[in-house]
């Protein structure tokens, strides 16, 4: 199981410290949770990552059933065994696939809202998925064959996972739903929930997940339902408005409900402006693949802003990514040097900019946490 403890709440906001403790070790929140989806950081080695100052990764329990299968991995003695991740780690629930390979492939749309796209009435069902009472039917976008996926399978697959912190089985619904969609989406994610509670059979610690959408009322009581229960802890999941002060302003309706003395993980947000915001809403831990998605698109991030290391201006540049940096690639290569791998198509090149970004990253939410114990946040 785990404990957390809050070392210090600010008084200029929701921002708190924590200590989250669990069986493969403490980490100081907040924090960045990187992905790991396929229990690999992509292009780097877990001890890799460790160098990188992470602390803390979550993999995902749909892909992660697909290839190798959860018997696999549970023969090799769980993800940190299979991975040699000695550090603490998360499985998600396999819920937002229910968003990505229904509504979100047939809309074209992300987490966030663009706004104009076909809104979901209730009772409507995706084109390549259907969602029942039960759980989920999907075609497994590895070989087409047909899988199901409901609270009890959520459950048994990351129970054999192994990781310290599982998830419970939710429906992470589009952000064009319709109110009667997203009440009806809430309800039927609730009495997942329960079933979860029912099934969890081992010592890893369960959070409930919030949804609600971009509605005030439903997400309160999503909240207020979620954290009438048994969890250690709590996922927000869902939409998060079409800006970044409307996220904040919502993921702050949350916090306000789910109990004080709980952890609080914000699911699959974290562009590094979204990070202040979300710390000040009293998020705790928050996983985001945006440092290791755009390092693998030749973007790198540093205090000034973003590099695009495919441009040919950059062949030219024999200094560092960002000469304020001290992680063992800025230390080590220049601009040029990088650039050329990445051009050159290089998977070295995609590594290095994965190692940098996830420094820089860390590197900022550490920033985040002094400020906190300053009381400047």
């Given at each position: ?39 690999v950081v992509k292009t780097l080695t877990s001890e890799q990552v460790v160098q990188t100052g992470t602390q803390l990764l979550i993999a995902n329990t749909f892909h992660l059933h697909l290839k190798p299968g959860e018997k696999a991995v549970g023969r090799a003695g769980g993800l940190h065994n299979f991975m040699q991740w000695k550090r603490p780690l998360m499985t998600d629930s396999a819920g937002y696939q229910v968003f990505s390979l229904g509504f979100g492939m047939d809309l074209g749309s992300g987490k966030i809202g663009k706004g104009g796209e076909k ?259």
């Amino acid at each position: 199981m785990i404990s957390f403890a809050i070392q210090k709440s600010s008084k200029r906001s929701r921002a708190r410290l924590g200590i989250l403790k669990t069986p493969h070790g403490e980490v100081e929140t907040p924090t960045l949770v990187p992905v790991a989806t396929q229990a690999v950081v992509k292009t780097l080695t877990s001890e890799q990552v460790v160098q990188t100052g992470t602390q803390l990764l979550i993999a995902n329990t749909f892909h992660l059933h697909l290839k190798p299968g959860e018997k696999a991995v549970g023969r090799a003695g769980g993800l940190h065994n299979f991975m040699q991740w000695k550090r603490p780690l998360m499985t998600d629930s396999a819920g937002y696939q229910v968003f990505s390979l229904g509504f979100g492939m047939d809309l074209g749309s992300g987490k966030i809202g663009k706004g104009g796209e076909k809104r979901v009435q209730q009772g409507e069902q995706p084109q390549h998925i259907r969602i029942t009472e039960r759980g989920v039917h999907f075609r497994s976008p590895v070989d087409g064959s047909k899988l199901f996926i409901g609270p009890k399978e959520s459950m048994a697959i990351q129970e054999q996972l192994g990781a310290d912190i599982m998830f419970a089985f939710d429906e992470c619904p589009p952000p064009s739903a319709s109110k009667a969609y997203m009440a009806a989406s809430v309800e039927r994610t609730h009495r997942w929930a329960l079933q979860c509670i029912k099934m969890h059979k081992t010592r890893q610690a369960l959070f409930g997940i919030v949804q609600g959408g971009k509605y005030k009322d439903l997400r309160r009581k999503s909240a207020e339902y979620i954290a009438s229960l048994p969890f250690s802890g709590f996922g927000i999941g869902g939409e998060f408005g079409a800006d970044k002060a409307t996220m904040e302003k919502m993921v702050g309706w949350v916090t306000d409900v789910l109990p004080e003395k709980k952890p609080r993980h914000l699911l699959g947000i974290g562009h590094p402006e979204d990070i202040p915001r979300i710390i000040k809403a009293g998020v705790d831990t928050f996983d985001c693949i945006v440092p290791t998605h755009y390092a693998r698109h030749g973007t790198a991030f540093i205090g000034t802003g973003r590099l695009d290391m495919t441009k040919t201006v950059m062949l030219s540049q024999n200094r560092p990514l960002d000469s304020a940096c001290a992680c063992a690639v800025c230390t080590t290569y220049t601009r040029a040097y990088i650039s050329h791998l990445v051009r050159a198509k290089e998977i070295t090149g995609l590594s290095l900019l994965t190692f940098h970004n996830l420094w820089y990253f860390n590197q900022l939410v550490a920033g985040y946490r002094k400020q906190i114990q300053q009381g400047k946040l």
